[in-house]
């Protein structure tokens, strides 16, 4: 990989987290939420969809520095389906098996897809 490429992607890794990062603080703050009157996997469903929405638009006009575009408007929510799956996957071992509590357990499934996410967002928003 040339030097120059690799400082692009390392760019883009770094505004993925710091995008990221703001989403899923407001997310997670939904999250514990709607914990209050609902169980932890509609709670993080809810909470999720609405990270979706603006994941896109923060992902594509300032991670990757594209163009909006209907193709990768309709392929993103793939990614996310993949990421949601993983991490309900984590949210069920940790809380179930492991004995995590609900309101941490998110935590484990955030650290746990973000490498995914960017790799399958990265290739999404950038296809042409």
Do not use: C, K
Request: glycine content about 6%.
């Amino acid at each position: 990989m040339a030097p120059e490429h690799r400082r692009r992607v390392a760019g883009e890794f770094l505004r993925f987290l710091v995008v990221g990062g703001t989403n899923t603080v407001v997310a997670y703050g939904l999250y514990l939420i709607l914990l209050h009157w609902l169980r932890y996997e509609l709670a993080y469903s809810l909470a999720y969809l609405a990270g979706i929405s603006v994941g896109y638009f923060m992902n594509t006009l300032f991670v990757f520095r594209q163009p909006l575009s209907r193709r990768a408007a309709l392929r993103y929510p793939l990614v996310y389906l993949v990421q949601y799956l993983l991490s309900l996957l984590v949210l069920r071992v940790a809380v179930d098996l492991v004995g995590v509590p609900a309101w941490l357990a998110l935590a484990f499934a955030i650290v746990a897809t973000i490498p995914v996410t960017f790799v399958l967002s990265r290739l999404v928003i950038h296809a042409r």
